[in-house]
């Protein structure tokens, strides 16, 4: 339709049936039997009729039930509008890939992308047509369980995975490639910064460290053709953001420019009266369409009390009208006005859902994004070695991650059958040890007994999946103790110990760091995730993830990320000893593994630094450049990585800024040249009076294999 169609749709709406449009709801809701009326829609105070007007419902998914909500609804609905479907489609539909932190490890944006348009497929032709995805919040602190869904603590690298899962799930043409959906970036804004990693907690920041680190993703996504935004559950400056008018209509709509549509997080337009800003449904009403607010997710503030707060003129019909229009025109992109059932095809779910195509990609994702942190001459392993496969995470279909609610862990390929494909199922004895935070004597005697005879042991440990995600805070990010113990006992054999970890966030790797010989971070690895790890475990593929997000060494150190400020009294070598200097009695600085670490079965060497010139214009261009040369015996894949500091600024500067890197994939022996172009535009930063600016002065140029081994040299910038 075009722009003049919806407005005359608009104009025969009705104000009930306006804010209807504005109102996502469950599928449960729709429905016009008793039980309904008596229970969820009285529950929610909604008005019987206007369900059959409701603008979307979320996580109705599989294409005979989209397909018959669609069809009923269609029939309610007075004006034809057809109604919009959305769910969470994070890291896959049904075929499922590593959890974004995971995957964000990869530092490969074209399987990013890849993996995004796989689920678009797979739950477009299911009926859905929004997913809400990306998130692209920002994390430094672990404890909070919702790190997993983040790709990690880099505005720069969060951008690029930010771009790149919108490109995925939308592709360039929405409207006629029905195999893509709209994609929503969450959680507007600043979510992951939630204070002591406790899920919805107040965030508590400036205006410029907002700007500098945590709004850079979301702005790549809206760039990306994002058509939709949902609002985080926190305050943001002391203000709701779902009822936050400066940061929705001044920052998001006028500096921004963002003309679709703004959907609430879930209830968060009703929890603005316990947050304490709003005394009722009627204010928080008030408060999130004033703010830009269009649709409400599962509260009933506007369904309740927009209509009279239009009739009492306290809030303007325009604002009802420019949020309903802004809902036709994402169906209207959608094509759901010429086809309300869009995908769905009950035939095509069958053929395309979880097909080999999927799970080779999901296979090929998963050991790219497995991080191997510690080897000590045992991985890979060898076919002909008798392996002892222990511990929860042996044969267990946990390995999905908590967002993947639409997939199966019966669909998911165990840790055992994954190894059962590399060697001989003669050759592994299999006990579970224990389970996540309980065991007993017997397990662990059963465990002992099956390492016996074993050349080396392969411990699959980690935390159940409802121990991350949302609302899944935990102080503690240690592995549990039975697990340890289970190590530390185990360990006594006196045989090689390979720690597998299936883990939604960076733990806290104490114990376990020095009982095993190799440790290698499979997060969540997702529906291939047990074919994915053997492939790294046998060495089929060399593991080349890189960590996006800091693992600490302890937990009293968060949040530790690499980009932080320097203080005026920074713990060096040389005053270690000193007391008045920037440390921890007890524990050191650094992480135990800092972003963008990650080993190789092969080795790189770096040569030396250079750099085109030691001063740079405003209009220069700086070349950086290293040879990078594979000095092992094994084909395998680099991450080299340029990060800037900024020595002297108006505003101090992180020690270090990722401002681009490399995937490097070289033979035995092979050597690549590897240039960087530094511009002046990339040393620009948010100053106090919020202007973005770069300053002349001193920087250093870093180049390495993570952020912590670098390479440095200086330059000038001439203004
Ligand atoms: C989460 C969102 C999610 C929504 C809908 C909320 O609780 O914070 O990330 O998209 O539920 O399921």
Redesign the pocket.
Known sequence: MTKRSLTDLLAQMTLDEKIAQLVQLTPNFLNDNDANLTGPLASMGLNPEAVWNVGSV??AVGAKETIALQEQYMKNNRLGIPLILMA?IIHGYRTIFPVSLGLASSWDMELAERSAAIAAKESSVAGIHVT?AP?ADLVRDPRWGRVMESTGEDPYLNSEFARAFVRGFQGSDLTGDTDRMAACV??FAAYGAAEGGRDYNTVNMSERQLRESYLPAYKAALEEGCELV?TS?NVVDGIPATGNRKLMRDLLREEWGFDGVLIS??GAVQEMIPHGAAEDNAEAAHKAIAAGVDME?MSSCYAQSLKELVQSGQVDEEWINESVLRVLQLKDKLGLFDNPFRGADEQREKEIILCDEHRQAAREIAAKSCVLLKNENVLPLRAEQKIALIGPFAQSGDVLGPWSIWGSQDEAVQLFAGLAGKTDVSRIAVAEGCGITSGTEAQAQQAILAAQDADVIVLALGEASEMSG?AGSRSDIRLPEVQLQLAYRLQQLGKPVVAVLFNGRPLDLHGIIDVADAVLEAWYPGTEGGNAIADVLYGSVNPAGRLTMSFPYSVGQVPVYYNSYNTGRPLTPANADQRYVSKYLDIPNAPLFPFGFGLSYTEFAYGDLAISAAEMGETDKLTVSVQVTNAGKTAGEEVVQLYVRDLAGEVVRPLKELKGYRKLKLEPGESADVQFTLTEEQLRYYHSDLTFASDAGLFEVHVGPNSRDTAVQTFRLVK
């Open positions: 979320l996580s969470d809400f998130m969450k959680h949902m559950f997080d879930w997710m949302e």
